[in-house]
């Protein structure tokens, strides 16, 4: 989807050229519907990406013109337009990824709630919760811990099977209540690992599950690498929901 709007781009430059426009040709605003173009189908990278392309063919027309005649308002207007395609489809681009995220958000809040508003053992629903949440923050692991005990704690965790003990992050969540967050669990002296050390940090976050009864249990998300902004916001919102879902299909 994004090679098209790329040759547009290259279209116009051509265009311009084989034309002998100028910097400051009326044509040089046509860079920004493909540029658009590329931010509303592929978001900040997709319109930075056309932006900085259109940027670079543009080049050729604006920095002659500033090279013969100085700094002019019409050199300034030709370099002005050097950097308003890449402007826009950076802009452009995070609204629409921005958009995109809360519409996931939202799609996995209601997944969510139809899971435990459902029939079934809570058990099977918490290990969909959990597999919901691992997919809508793209994590390494997630686990699901409802109760106030660690050892008598309901577990829930994607893949299945993973460890959680008494030393663990969601074990000081589950007893305390506040939330750990951790740059690499391998080295922090609060937790102790249930892995060896890997070639990039492990991240992870624990949040206490709230409800109108209090604390009800705890999330715990570990993930690889830097965790994006837009998901530490989508991590937040959803330790609520699930909280709240939690507490809900309890009382049921």
Not at 70 to 95: C, I, K, Y
Not at 198 to 217: D, H
Request: hydrophobic residues 50%; glycine residues 10%; contains cysteine.
């Amino acid at each position: 989807m994004i090679a098209l709007p790329l040759v547009l781009v290259a279209a116009v430059a051509a265009t311009m050229a084989l034309t002998g426009q100028g910097s400051d040709s009326v044509l040089r605003h046509l860079y920004l519907l493909p540029t658009i173009w590329a931010a509303l189908s592929r978001g900040a990278i997709g319109g930075g990406l056309a932006g900085a392309l259109a940027a670079l063919l543009h080049a050729p027309f604006a920095l002659p013109a500033v090279e013969r005649d100085g700094l002019t308002s019409r050199t300034l207007d030709g370099l002005l337009s050097l950097g308003l395609p890449v402007l826009a489809g950076l802009l452009v681009g995070r609204l629409v990824d921005g958009s995109r995220a809360r519409a996931a958000r939202l799609g996995a809040v209601l997944a969510i709630q139809r899971r435990l508003d459902g029939q079934g053992p809570l058990e099977s629903a918490l290990r969909d919760v959990a597999e919901i949440v691992r997919r809508a923050l793209r994590a390494r692991r997630v686990a699901l811990l409802v109760g106030h005990d660690i050892r008598n704690a309901r577990l829930a965790s994607v893949p299945t099977g993973t460890l959680v003990h008494d030393e663990c992050a969601a074990a000081f969540t589950l007893a305390s209540g506040q939330a750990v967050s951790s740059a690499d669990l391998c080295a922090d002296p609060r937790v102790r690992a249930d892995e060896p050390p890997g070639a990039s940090p492990r991240r992870g976050v624990t949040r206490p599950l709230t409800s109108g009864a209090g604390v009800v249990g705890a999330i715990a998300v570990e993930w690889t690498g830097e965790l994006p902004r837009l998901e530490r916001a989508a991590r937040d919102e959803l330790a609520v929901h699930v909280g709240l879902a939690v507490g809900d299909a309890r009382v049921t």
